[in-house]
């Protein structure tokens, strides 16, 4: 298997555009998290899903900040409307039997708002 | 919410140095896991150790639950050890992280 893919890579954008974030986790495993890291905060839980279903999404900052599942295999995470301060890495993990199950994280997404 | 204390916060070695670098909860945890954040970033997962002890070439972790600590052993340290080691803990379908030991190793 491939691991956790990401998408993009990176990300540059200017101050008030949508972001979407993508994220393809590991044949199989049926939970997903979006995580978020920053110098200050350190590694945060945004959101995690269970079955494609969002179970705890207490961590999503404000409302600007959505994520989905629609099948088994994709997520995005969409930042509407982005600010400087969202500049961070978001990291993609998904673990095969829940929450409680050794995680796999994807390689990030480096995103720098203008 | 369960708090996650690494320590130390930093360390610099010497190559060929071992190291322990520890990770204690304030609450007990289903489980942890043990991460390496390298220096490009990437997330490599080390142990799933809820407790027991486990070993994996120069690396080995014990976690003792009953005291809700966990340690994290590297021996014989190469260079390419260097970066940020994290331990998070599973609890209540939450996975906290600490804040990290940040490893330097010198040729």
């Known amino acids: 298997d491939a691991g956790v893919i990401q998408s993009p890579r990176h990300e540059v954008t200017e101050m008030g555009q949508e972001v979407t974030l993508r994220c393809k986790p590991i044949s199989g495993h049926n939970s997903l998290f979006w995580y978020r890291q920053t110098m200050m905060r350190g590694l945060e839980l945004l959101i995690y899903f269970n079955n494609n279903v969002p179970i705890d999404d207490s961590g999503m900052p404000e409302d600007r900040f959505s994520a989905k599942m629609p099948n088994a295999s994709f997520s995005t995470l969409k930042i509407q409307p982005s600010e400087p301060r969202d500049s961070a890495v978001y990291f993609c993990?998904?673990?095969?039997?829940?929450?409680?199950?050794?995680?796999?994280f994807g390689q990030g997404t480096r995103l720098t708002v203008v | 919410g369960i708090q996650v204390e690494q320590s130390p916060p930093d360390l610099i070695l010497q190559e060929g140095a071992n190291s322990t670098l520890r990770c204690n909860f304030s609450?007990?945890?289903?489980?942890l896991q043990w991460f390496h954040q390298n220096p490009w970033g990437q997330l490599i997962n080390l142990f799933y150790?809820?407790?027991g002890t486990k070993q994996n070439g120069r690396l080995s972790a014990t976690t003792v639950a009953t005291e809700r600590y966990s340690l994290l052993y590297i021996s014989s340290s190469q260079t390419t050890d260097s970066g940020v080691y994290f331990c998070a803990g599973y609890r209540d379908d939450k996975i906290i992280f600490g804040k990290g030991t940040r490893l330097h190793i010198l040729p």
């Open positions: 993990a998904s673990s095969p039997l829940g929450v409680n199950t050794e995680a796999f």
């Open positions: 609450d007990s945890v289903n489980n």
């Open positions: 150790i809820p407790s």
